[in-house]
């Protein structure tokens, strides 16, 4: 009896010791995550006010010699000016693109609802995927790491619908209620086999969609993939709001 008493204890020991450290391991899995967030919203500072600043001078500049070669009846000029401004616009564009897609500022300032719907509006332009968005958030805020967590994982399943499911249509949907967060993003491509992805996913040493599961842990959320060849494919977050990380500010 005594001895059925001590290995109790200990088992229970062992599960309090695994407890703490798997909270010590998420905690400090978030704050490497914080760290990467911090410098992609670095990154994204620096290439806008950068290169972005510099090449809006350059523009201007450009478009300045433009209109003094209009002014002379330069045309020869001219029309090489227009091409070197097309090209600068060009790259202006990218860049400020590319540093939006980083780190949104519209995620910090305005929250997801307008982050995504510039993400769909975004992508779509790019690659003519049409992009369905429908939240019932209200564009109501959520915990700043949340946001940021539903955000990576959308940009993550459309960058595989445009890159991997020659789908000609994609939905983003999220569903709010006072406890559960649901995100869901479909498309109707052409699908894949989830269990051999599976098996991939477990020897690589990294991929999105195993990406997109370790972090969705990190905040006590699922994510579930449904797809089969010719079928389509449906990623889908369940998120749970009670957690201090979790809740939505008052
Ligand atoms: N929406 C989709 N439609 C069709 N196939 C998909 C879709 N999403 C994922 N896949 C398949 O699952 C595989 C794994 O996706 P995952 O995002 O993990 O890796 P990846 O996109 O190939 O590389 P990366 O690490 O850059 O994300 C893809 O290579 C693709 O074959
Ligand atoms: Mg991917």
Excluded: C
Aim: glycine share 6%.
């Amino acid at each position: 009896m005594r001895q059925v008493q001590e290995l109790t204890a200990d088992n229970q020991r062992l599960l309090q010791s695994v407890v703490r450290s798997e909270k010590r391991f998420r905690t400090l899995a978030k704050s490497v995550w914080h760290v990467q967030e911090e410098e992609r919203r670095r990154l994204a500072r620096d290439l806008h006010d950068g290169i972005g600043q510099t090449l809006t001078a350059l523009v201007n500049q450009l478009q300045r010699i433009y209109d003094d070669a209009l002014g002379v009846g330069n045309l020869g000029l001219k029309h090489r000016l227009d091409g070197a401004l097309d090209i600068t616009r060009s790259a202006l564009h990218d860049t400020r693109e590319l540093s939006r897609l980083l780190r949104p500022t519209l995620l910090d300032d305005l929250g997801l609802d307008a982050a995504l719907a510039w993400l769909a509006r975004t992508l779509s332009e790019r690659t003519g995927l049409v992009i369905a968005f429908h939240s019932e958030l209200d564009e109501q805020r959520l915990h700043p790491d949340v946001e940021t967590l539903l955000f990576r994982i959308t940009q993550e399943a459309l960058t595989n619908v445009i890159r991997h499911s020659a789908a000609r249509t994609a939905r983003v949907q999220i569903r709010h209620t006072p406890m559960l967060l649901i995100l869901r993003v479909e498309d109707d491509g052409h699908g894949f086999d989830t269990a051999k992805v599976a098996h991939a996913e477990r020897s690589a040493s990294s991929s999105g969609l195993r990406g997109m599961r370790d972090r969705a842990e990190l905040f006590g959320g699922r994510v579930e993939i449904r797809s089969a060849p010719a079928q389509g494919t449906v990623v889908q977050l369940t998120l749970t709001l009670d957690g201090p990380d979790t809740d939505a500010p008052t």
